[in-house]
């Protein structure tokens, strides 16, 4: 007995509009005009290295962008860190006949999730990098996973967050390598400057003083230094205000950063057992301060 073959039917393509508006066929029009008007500026106008060079130096050495020209976070239980989105903009600023920008191309609220594409494009030359990805409506915390995100407005941050870090890439992408190391290298020497002309010694109090303010103790900064704050170099004043900025954005915790030293229970019964020398008798000619921190001894208390 012959059987009628089995038929596969494909999904009904999505409905196109029937018809375009005037306001979206004009701004197609100005989109397209606008795109070759700034290639022919580009090449009648091409760019002046030399000058674009002085303009990435007078931009990085303004300490108020090299704070925010880097980033630190935590991930798999180590620390990332490289150049934030602002760097990369200023960047293709100086360097100039550069477009950039980041598209939403659909949105699904029913699957949960965003395409969308980051490119940047250097008009001279005419190199272009563009990515294309899925950033899906959602937000990781390691105390509660994934949870899912219907507020507009935090579908909008998610996506301009996940944009912003692509967006990064590719203006990098176009970008001289030697031409950001050398802007990397300047920002790195202005947080070692830091600001103004205040001495040292009251860069460090104002940094102790800003981090008591999030709840930081200035033996949490010395541990993570690994030095007494009277022994902190430029570098690790620069190094405090990249981590003070990065939990300013969110990007990173105060326990991440600086963790509390856990005490064992062994710990505490073994400081249990033990005889507490400031509570013992104290004999004849002898002091009442611990030999550690007899005045005189040396010894920080």
Same mark, same amino acid.
């Given at each position: ?19 375009? /508006? ?59 860190? /490289? ?12 360097? /100039? ?65 996940? /944009? ?138």
């Amino acid at each position: 007995m012959n059987y009628p073959a089995e038929q596969t039917y494909a999904p009904a393509p999505a409905p196109a509009p029937s018809f375009i /508006g005037q306001g979206t066929a004009v701004e197609q029009s100005r989109a397209v005009a606008e795109v070759q008007a700034a290639v022919i500026v580009a090449r009648q106008f091409p760019r002046n290295e030399a000058l674009a060079i002085s303009k990435m130096k007078t931009a990085f050495s303004q300490h108020g962008l090299a704070i925010r020209s880097f980033f630190r976070f935590s991930r798999g239980g180590s620390t990332v860190s /490289g150049e934030t989105i602002q760097f990369a903009k200023e960047l293709a600023r100086c360097w /100039g006949n550069i477009h950039h920008g980041v598209h939403e191309l659909r949105r699904d609220d029913a699957a949960g999730e965003s395409e969308m594409q980051a490119w940047a494009w250097d008009l001279e030359t005419n190199e272009r990098a563009s990515t294309t990805f899925i950033v899906p409506h959602a937000r990781w915390t390691k105390s509660s996973g994934s949870s899912r995100l219907e507020d507009p407005r935090d579908v909008y941050e998610n996506n301009s967050n996940n /944009g912003a870090r692509r967006l990064r890439e590719m203006i990098f992408t176009v970008l001289p390598d030697w031409y950001r190391e050398q802007a990397k290298t300047i920002a790195t020497n202005t947080l070692e400057k830091g600001a103004g002309d205040a001495p040292r010694s009251q860069r460090i109090a104002d940094c102790i003083a800003h981090f008591e303010t999030i709840g930081v103790t200035v033996e949490q900064l010395e541990e993570s230094r690994g030095r007494t704050s009277d022994k902190w170099t430029n570098l690790d004043l620069g190094q405090l205000q990249v981590i003070a900025e990065s939990i300013r954005r969110g990007e990173v915790t105060v326990d991440e950063e600086f963790p509390q030293q856990r005490v064992t229970v062994g710990e505490i019964r073994q400081q249990a057992s033990e005889p507490s020398r400031q509570q013992a008798p104290a004999s004849e000619g002898s002091s009442e301060w611990p030999e550690a921190a007899k005045p005189g001894s040396g010894a920080r208390r």
